[in-house]
T-cell receptor, first 114, second 113 residues
Framework: QQQVKQSPQSLIVQKGGISIINCAYE??????FPWYQQFPGKGPALLIA?????SEKKEGRFTISFNKSAKQFSLHIMDSQPGDSATYFC?????????????FGKGTSLLVTP | EPEVTQTPSHQVTQMGQEVILRCVPI?????FYWYRQILGQKVEFLVS????????KSEIFDDQFSVERPDGSNFTLKIRSTKLEDSAMYFC???????????FGPGTRLTVL
């Protein structure tokens, strides 16, 4: 069972446009929702994360929108730049002392064209 | 200074051979993880390790896999008898106790022939 579903699989956006990636989760016990950015040949790096007590979090050009009732969250990249071209993964986990394993979505390959 | 370093960067082995992947997190990390990513696919959780014992493991982490932190520094993943389907990028991940962020290492690409 896929616990985190991510869409779209790939996305092409013009420079200056808004990139939007969506994720949905099944487990209502999840209480930590990070987004990771991965460049080719590199490990994923944390971009931004949110907890369910807020509906939105913004850091620079990156915003997470969170809808607890719908069990959905999304990443918005404003003023997208060619340097944002990468694979983006959403994830979810239960914040506990037992392990805190991240459940990843399948990833979205973003290409920002000049 | 990177939070996590991994060696080797690329490991090629024959099917059935044992491999050990190594990771060195910086000293103030208390939670350790191994994830893997088969080429072009999502990142998958293998195991988490806290206070010198496994705290959680996935279905992937079967009897062929083991982890240890023998000297309080290096964190290793051992695959006893590799299979073709073990070919993947393996990421060591570390987390400090008070913070949520999991820091991914650069990964070891394992190729099983």
């Amino acid at each position: 069972q896929q616990q985190v579903k991510q869409s779209p699989q790939s996305l092409i956006v013009q420079k200056g446009g808004i990139s939007i990636i969506n994720c949905a989760y099944e487990n209502t016990a999840f209480d930590y929702f990070p987004w990771y950015q991965q460049f080719p040949g590199k490990g994923p790096a944390l971009l931004i994360a949110i907890r369910p007590d807020v509906s939105e979090k913004k850091e620079g050009r990156f915003t997470i929108s969170f809808n607890k009732s719908a069990k959905q969250f999304s990443l918005h990249i404003m003023d997208s730049q060619p340097g944002d071209s990468a694979t983006y993964f959403c994830a979810a986990s239960i914040d506990s002392n037992s392990g805190y394993a991240l459940n990843f979505g399948k990833g979205t390959s973003l290409l920002v064209t000049p | 200074e990177p939070e996590v370093t991994q060696t080797p960067s690329h490991q090629v082995t024959q099917m059935g051979q044992e491999v050990i992947l190594r990771c060195v997190p910086i000293s103030n990390h208390l939670y350790f993880y191994w994830y893997r990513q088969i080429l072009g696919q999502k990142v998958e959780f293998l195991v988490s390790f806290y206070n010198n014992e496994i705290s959680e493991k996935s279905e992937i982490f079967d009897d062929q896999f083991s982890v240890e932190r023998p000297d309080g520094s290096n964190f290793t993943l051992k695959i006893r008898s590799t299979k073709l389907e073990d070919s993947a990028m393996y990421f060591c991940v570390a987390r400090r106790e008070q913070y949520n962020e999991q820091f991914f290492g650069p990964g070891t690409r394992l190729t099983v022939l």
